[in-house]
Structure formats: structure tokens, C-alpha cells
């Protein structure tokens, strides 16, 4: 493990020993800290009932004294007051009459197993204690568990026997993986559960044995649910079930069981200055995505994001279920991945709203990345050009075109020449094998042009049949898309581009200008489309946002009025609509989160709910709830950070 990594996890370890607050939902209404809103939350109680194990033997020679109530006649009494006696393990019931002193019916508290023994025995070896309501007992008693299982409906229930809380001790419950793959992420819960509540859960890839005590488990499941589904959203499902029996998350891949493990940390409730208690309100949740694709973009290369930062995004990025990290990698101003074939690259990096941005280191950048996997994140990165590229033409002058190097835009690299397309797909091949778990690369494409003056357009024109500067640059686009695909991902670029060149499937578009223009273009020639106006709302309108509404998210706008009233009428629902991005333009992660963070994971919600929210959300339809949901997660996620805020 990477050291910045491994001292990250040492820090959010330690995160209770600096943040001492509670972290707790309202146990009497649904979790307000879950964010986004699952699509379905049912909150449920049960009941403890018994079921008699017979022939178990016990040796009872250890067995501790505590404390109970005398005056019960039977053993499913003494069980139903096990079951309502907060913190209870076990009751034995005497059924012996023959102990002198003690009358039948005498209920003992111990520490040695789960709930009830009904001891049938009449040769023990017993005595009374002259506490009044102690006693212990010796020797071997053949016994019968009374395991406790959930009984529906709730009146069903003995008077004061009502659970509507899973309580966990790293005693008595395991996180327990039933797939292999899924034994990294049972690691990372029980590392959340650590750094939120000092508690350390053990990880076990085994089924609880008959009888044991309740466990978490993760488990993949052959299934999805029926719904409207685009992109991968389908894969990124998970049910969670907390009851009497646990907590059971399913999932259909990783990334869902991921958003279950978020989930299920946004709902803990830590109880005590020093932890003494770590429970999951019972509820039944029922959750996935609309869209596979809901990102964030960190631009790294015109400020200064450190590493550290970079690992909070990364946590920020899976703890509100946002599966996509963008990194701008490149531009007018700074570079910042560190190229073996081109080490010139990063060179002649220059400020802009402070220092100038620094190379990463490639180990460091691969540990982020795998960081990132755990939590079900991917980096997606960012090769920008032919325009933003100044710092790299500054760098290496053999990417050098026309219009100079000046860090405030306008030159493009020299797009004319064979070679450029041949060093292009190196960086490709570099890039992509640092960034090896995304699906994307994005290749820019963004606010530049392809002037015929560049140095050998004539000859370069006529060899490729290029018919104007507008072909050279969709030549351009799809000579980069090709590359990105023999590297197997696919690629992204900016909209509006010259697409003219590319076929149906060959790429997603990103549509930033706030119009449908671009996106009714895209998708005439059969790409897939991103929506991720430049304007910010706040959290609410984000989230109310409608995901086929290209303009910008504004809190004055109607969203909160006419979010029944379906998909803006230029475009309408399909499968090409992969999601949606917020994009920090020109901000380090540390200052942007204040100002674009609740915003992110607004348009993240947006589009885990598509169009349709909030039609049967928990979180109430009204955004007061919203902002609720959001700073309870906020609190809880504070608590995962590399260090806790000032």
C-alpha cells in the first residue's frame, strides 16, 4: 500500500479521537442522513420470539452471576423479558424445584450466549447468592437454546419486546463477505465502522453457524429490479435488510454492495462520549441509480490540488454514491501527469489563482487509484486538446502549432503533422494505464479551432482528404477517439466539437454551453450524451434539476413547482442520456467543496432519481428534507475524512 494511502486510513482510524460529536439518526423516523434518498425505505421493528435448539450441552462451570427478575412461569416468558431487556444476552430459566431457596421460575442474566437456556436438569449442583436477585450455578446442564428469530406482525409481540434498532458489539457480529470480490469492501465497512465509533468489527469470509449471533453480510446477487434504467445504472442496485437477523446487504456487482456500504455508514448511530454502542435502525431499502453516469470534475491543472485532497474526493466521490471522478489533467496553464515517453511535459507549468500545479508522482496516482476502486470510484481522465494546451506546447515545443503559448488560451497544437498523432497515442496508452479501472478517457476538444495556417495543413489536408480547417479538427477527434478505444475505454469529449467524422457509438458527448443544440447534434448521429451545464445551482435546484434540461440549474427556476411535469420537450428520455456531471472549473478541491460541494452531490441526486423525483422518496417532497438528508451525511462523512475539519 502506497504510504499517503496508508496514512489516510491511519487518520480516518483516528477520526473519533478529534471529532467526538455523536453521530446518530432519529431512531423514532426514517434515517434523515442517507444521500441521496434511497428510492425506497420502509422503516420495520420486529419481535423476538424463541425457537427451542435441543440437546446442546453447556458447561455451565463458567457461567457469571447477574442480575434478573424473579416471578416468571415459563421459559417463553423468561425469553420475551430477554428479548425487552436492552443489552440482554442470555436468561436461564429454573425449572429445578429442588434448589433450596429458590422457587421455580427464577430468571438469571448471563454473559456466555444469546438469549435463553431452558435448563432440564434436576441434578445440578446450585446455590443462591444472599443478593436478592442473583444466584450462579455449576456443573453440566444439558440444555436447549431459545435462539431469537423475528416474529410479524409487530402485535404479535410481547408488551415492551419491540425492536426498531440493530445493535452490534464486535463481540457478538462479524462482517462477513459470501463472494470473494466482495471481501475488500467488508474490510473497508469495518474500517468506516472504526473511524465513525472506535469499534473494531472482525471480517470473515464464513456463514455464521446455526445458532451464532447476527452478522453483516454482503452478498452479489443474480438479479436487478424492474424500473427505468439507463447506462449501467442497473448494475449499481443493492437491497439492504436490517431486522433481528442482522444486516444483509445484496447487490449485482461491487459498486452496488459499494452504495450499500455508504448507505449503511450514513446510517449508524454511535451512541456515548466514549463508544459504547453502534446501531442500524431496522429498515428495508430498496435503492439504485437512473443514470450509470454521475461525475465530478476536479480541475488539477490550472490550481493546485495536493494528493491528500485528491483522497478526500475520492472518499467525498463514493460516500454520496458519485461512481465517476473527472480529473482535468491538462491545460493552458499546468500539467500534471508525469509522462515517461515525454518528461519534458510539466515543465514550464504556470500559476493561475496561486502556485502553479506540480506533477504527480505515477505510484502515487496508482495508489489513488485503487483507493478509489475500494470505493467503488473511477478516475476518469483528461488528455485536453488540440486548444488548452499551452503548458504542454510551453513544455515540449514538438506539440508546438500556432497561436503561441500563452497561458490564457487560443493556440492549438499543430494538428497537420503525422507525428503529433502518433505522440498523442502514446500519452493515451500512458494515461490509460495509470487510470486502468475507468471505462472513460476524455480527450477535451474543448473552445479551440484547426486554422488552416497551421504549418503543413495544404500537404497534410490533401493526403487525408481533409476539405476544410472544420474537418481537420473533426479528423482530430476522431483520430483521438480511435486511440482511446484501441486502449479500451471509451472516449468523452466536449460539446460542441466537430463530430462530423465519428459514427454512431463512438462516443459520449459532454454538453457544458447550457443549449440543447448540442446535444439534439450528438444524439441525430447516434452518441451518447453527458448534461453538465458550467451553471451551478444550489443543492435543491440541482437535485430537482431535470436531467433532460440542458440549461443551467438556477434556485429561482421552477424546478421545485414543475418537477412532475416530465422531460424538457427538445429531449426526450433514452438510453443515450448515460447522466450527468458538475464541473469545478478553475478551483482546488479544498475551496470548491464549500462553494460547489452540496451542489455536486445535488446533481449526482438528480441523477440517481432521473426525472422522477421525488415521487416515493422518504426524504419528503419538499426541500427542507433535503437539506436535512444532506448536512446529517455531511456530519457523518467528516468523520471518514484524511483529517477532521478546522
Known amino acids: 500500500m502506497n504510504k499517503l494511502a496508508a496514512l489516510y486510513l491511519l487518520l480516518a482510524a483516528a477520526g473519533q479521537q478529534c471529532c467526538g460529536d455523536t453521530v446518530c439518526a432519529d431512531p423514532a423516523s426514517a434515517p434523515t442522513g442517507i444521500f441521496p434518498p434511497p428510492k425506497s425505505l420502509v422503516r420495520t421493528e420486529y419481535s423476538l420470539g424463541c425457537t427451542l435448539l435441543p440437546n446442546t450441552t453447556f458447561d455451565n462451570s463458567n457461567f457469571a452471576d447477574g442480575n434478573g427478575p424473579r416471578g416468571v412461569t415459563s421459559a417463553g416468558e423468561c425469553c420475551s423479558l430477554c428479548a425487552g431487556l436492552s443489552g440482554c444476552k442470555f436468561w436461564s430459566f429454573n425449572v429445578d424445584s429442588s434448589i433450596p431457596g429458590v422457587a421455580p421460575g427464577f430468571c438469571k442474566w448471563g454473559q456466555l450466549a444469546w438469549c435463553c437456556f431452558l435448563h432440564t436438569s434436576n441434578t445440578n449442583q446450585t446455590h443462591s447468592s444472599r443478593s ?133 455508514a450514513q446510517s449508524l448511530c454511535v451512541r456515548g462520549v466514549e463508544v459504547q454502542t453502534v446501531a442500524v435502525p431496522c429498515m428495508n431499502v430498496t435503492d439504485g441509480p437512473d443514470v450509470g453516469y454521475r461525475g465530478v470534475l476536479v480541475d488539477v491543472a490550472r490550481t493546485r490540488v495536493t494528493l491528500p485532497q485528491l483522497y478526500d474526493a475520492v472518499v467525498w466521490c463514493g460516500f454520496f454514491k458519485i461512481p465517476l471522478l473527472h480529473l482535468h489533467l491538462t491545460d493552458d496553464h499546468g500539467w500534471s501527469f508525469p509522462s515517461q515517453a515525454f518528461p519534458l511535459l510539466g515543465s514550464q507549468n504556470i ?29 476518469v481522465p483528461e488528455l485536453e486538446g488540440p486548444g488548452h494546451s499551452g503548458a504542454m506546447r510551453r513544455s515540449d515545443r514538438f506539440f508546438q502549432g500556432e497561436g503561441g503559448d500563452n497561458p490564457a488560451g487560443g493556440g492549438v497544437m499543430n494538428v497537420a503533422n503525422d507525428s503529433l498523432y502518433t505522440a498523442m497515442d502514446t500519452l493515451v496508452s500512458e494515461i490509460s494505464a495509470v487510470f486502468h479501472t475507468s471505462p472513460y478517457f476524455h480527450i477535451g476538444c474543448d473552445e479551440t479551432s484547426t486554422p488552416a495556417s497551421l504549418p503543413g495543413y495544404a500537404l497534410f489536408a490533401k493526403e487525408h482528404n481533409i476539405t476544410s480547417p472544420n474537418d481537420l479538427f473533426a479528423y482530430y477527434v476522431k483520430a483521438m477517439v480511435d486511440s482511446v478505444t484501441k486502449h479500451g475505454k471509451k472516449a468523452v469529449l466536449w460539446g460542441p466539437a466537430q463530430l462530423a467524422r465519428l459514427h454512431k457509438g463512438d462516443a459520449v458527448v459532454m454538453i457544458w454551453d447550457g443549449g440543447d443544440a448540442g446535444a439534439q447534434a450528438a444524439l441525430a448521429q447516434g452518441l451518447d450524451v453527458i448534461n453538465c451545464p458550467n451553471g451551478v445551482g444550489n443543492l435543491s ?37 448515460l447522466g450527468v456531471q458538475l464541473n469545478m472549473w478553475e478551483e482546488g478541491w479544498g475551496y470548491g467543496l464549500v462553494d460547489y460541494g452540496a451542489a455536486a452531490v445535488g446533481r449526482a441526486g438528480a441523477g440517481w432519481w432521473g426525472y422522477t423525483w421525488p415521487r416515493n422518496t422518504t426524504a419528503g417532497t419538499n426541500s427542507s428534507a433535503l437539506q436535512t438528508a444532506y448536512a446529517s451525511a455531511l456530519r457523518t462523512h467528516a468523520r471518514l475524512r484524511p483529517s477532521c475539519p478546522e
Open 541 to 577: 435546484s440541482e437535485f430537482y434539476h431535470n436531467i433532460f434540461d440542458f440549461a443551467a440549474p438556477s434556485a429561482a427556476s421552477s424546478y421545485a413547482t414543475n418537477r412532475h411535469s416530465g422531460p424538457s420537450p427538445s429531449i426526450k428520455p433514452t438510453s443515450m442520456m
Open 132 to 264: 436478592e436477585h442473583q444466584f450462579g450455578a455449576k456443573g453440566n446442564w444439558t440444555s436447549g437454546v431459545m435462539q431469537p428469530r423475528p416474529a410479524q406482525p409487530r402485535h404479535s409481540a410481547p408488551p415492551g419486546t419491540a425492536r426498531t434498532e440493530f445493535s452490534m458489539s464486535p463481540q457478538d457480529t462479524a462482517i462477513v463477505a459470501t463472494d470473494a470480490s466482495l471481501q475488500p469492501l467488508a474490510g473497508l465497512l469495518s474500517d468506516q465502522v472504526f473511524a465513525l465509533s472506535g469499534l473494531r468489527f472482525n471480517v470473515s469470509s464464513k456463514f455464521p453457524a446455526q445458532g451464532h449471533p447476527p452478522s453483516v453480510m454482503l452478498s452479489l446477487m443474480n438479479q436487478t429490479w424492474p424500473g427505468q434504467h439507463w447506462g449501467s445504472a442497473a448494475s449499481e442496485q443493492y437491497s439492504l435488510v436490517v431486522d433481528g437477523n442482522g444486516v444483509r446487504l445484496s447487490c449485482a456487482d461491487y459498486t452496488g454492495c459499494a452504495w450499500g456500504v455508504s448507505t449503511l
Open 351 to 379: 500559476g493561475f489563482r496561486g502556485p502553479a500545479v506540480q506533477l504527480y508522482d505515477t505510484a502515487a496516482l496508482q495508489a489513488l487509484v485503487d483507493f478509489a476502486a475500494l470505493r467503488g470510484v473511477s478516475i
